[in-house]
Nanobody, 116 residues
């Protein structure tokens, strides 16, 4: 059974940091492209960061220089280190795993709230 379980969300003050984790099981993690998305109520889900099977990364312009995506294939886990957080980063953050044939899996999301 495929599972993606996000953790690490919470309430943080502007300028603070959080590290999200997404633990994967039920599939061969190293063969999948991993990504983080976020969604605010009433808006479409948006791509935040993506990491390829070889470790190449790409980021949304809004998070470049502040967020870092990484993966540990030995632990079947992908991370999102978020620094210099802003109120506009407040969202439900989702982890996604994508197979080369286009099949993808989603986690249930973890809430990040940036507020003073």
């Amino acid at each position: 059974q495929v599972q993606l379980v996000e953790s690490g969300g919470g309430l943080v003050q502007p300028g603070g940091s959080l590290r999200l984790s997404c633990a994967a099981s039920g599939f061969i993690f190293s063969t999948h492209i991993m990504s983080w998305f976020r969604q605010v109520p009433g808006k479409e889900r948006e791509l935040v960061a993506i990491i390829s099977r070889s470790g190449t990364t790409m980021y949304a312009d809004s998070v470049k220089g502040r967020f870092t995506i990484s993966r540990d294939n030995a632990k079947n886990t992908v991370y999102l280190q978020m620094n210099s957080l802003k109120p506009e980063d407040t969202a439900l953050y989702y982890c996604k795993a994508s197979r080369p044939d286009g099949v993808s899996y989603w986690g249930q999301g973890t809430q990040v709230t940036v507020s003073s």
